[in-house]
T-cell receptor, first 115, second 114 residues
Framework: ETGVTQSPTHLIKTRGQQVTLRCSSQ?????VSWYQQALGQGPQFIFQ???????GRGNFPPRFSGLQFPNYSSELNVNALELDDSALYLC??????????????FGPGTRLTVL | KQEVTQIPAALSVPEGENLVLNCSFT??????LQWFRQDPGKGLTSLLL?????REQTSGRLNASLDKSSGRSTLYIAASQPGDSATYLC?????????????FGKGTKLSVKP
């Protein structure tokens, strides 16, 4: 069974640029969530995708957008990068949307640095 | 608004000690609580998931308890080892939101000295 994978591992961008981060969910999982973790903080929920539709969103501006593909992989796009966007971006998958709450399985993260 | 607090922020213990990490949350209405481990610069590894109807979960040397009414959870680590050194995060899933909407504490950084 393949776990959650993310690419790239590290990325350096300059302010104002755009970035795309990628995530492949764990085998059999159809729900993907994205989190932003600033240094020394806990992860903050960005949004979740289920069956290619956004299914919930945290307190992040519209320049944070995403996609989910038919194979359940996902992308996080950030436009007009700001210095404060520098963080570890984590992707998590879970087996289903229904039920009391399935366990979240996280990928290794993408470290984004904005200069 | 749900808030999750973890105390202490950092903890250093000698190898072999039993220890307890604390997590508190302000709203007792939760679906579940999950404990994670995070090594420096890495992703999160799920340790234990406790559903709202459960009181505790055990995995090997780890035992997590949940007291919804008081808004508290503890992670007990028995016979600590240097390999247990990491940051431990707890997260709650509130009802009504999407399933991925976990709310995290800032974590407890654990150092186990040989």
């Amino acid at each position: 069974e393949t776990g959650v994978t993310q690419s790239p591992t590290h990325l350096i961008k300059t302010r104002g640029q755009q970035v795309t981060l990628r995530c492949s969910s764990q085998s059999g999982h159809n729900t993907v969530s994205w989190y932003q973790q600033a240094l020394g903080q806990g992860p903050q929920f960005i949004f979740q995708y289920y069956r290619e539709e956004e299914n919930g969103r945290g307190n992040f501006p519209p320049r944070f957008s995403g996609l989910q593909f038919p194979n359940y992989s996902s992308e996080l796009n950030v436009n007009a990068l700001e210095l404060d966007d520098s963080a570890l971006y984590l992707c998590a998958s879970s087996p289903s949307l229904a039920g009391e709450g399935s366990e979240q399985f996280f990928g290794p993260g993408t470290r984004l640095t904005v200069l | 608004k749900q808030e999750v607090t973890q105390i202490p922020a950092a903890l250093s213990v000698p190898e072999g000690e039993n220890l307890v990490l604390n997590c508190s949350f302000t709203d007792s209405a939760i679906y579940n609580l999950q404990w994670f481990r995070q090594d420096p610069g890495k992703g999160l590894t799920s340790l234990l998931l406790i559903q709202s109807s459960q009181r505790e979960q055990t995995s090997g040397r780890l035992n997590a308890s949940l007291d919804k009414s008081s808004g508290r959870s503890t992670l007990y680590i028995a016979a600590s080892q240097p390999g247990d050194s990491a940051t431990y995060l707890c997260a709650v899933r509130p009802p009504g939101g999407s399933q991925g909407n976990l709310i995290f504490g800032k974590g407890t950084k654990l150092s186990v000295k040989p």
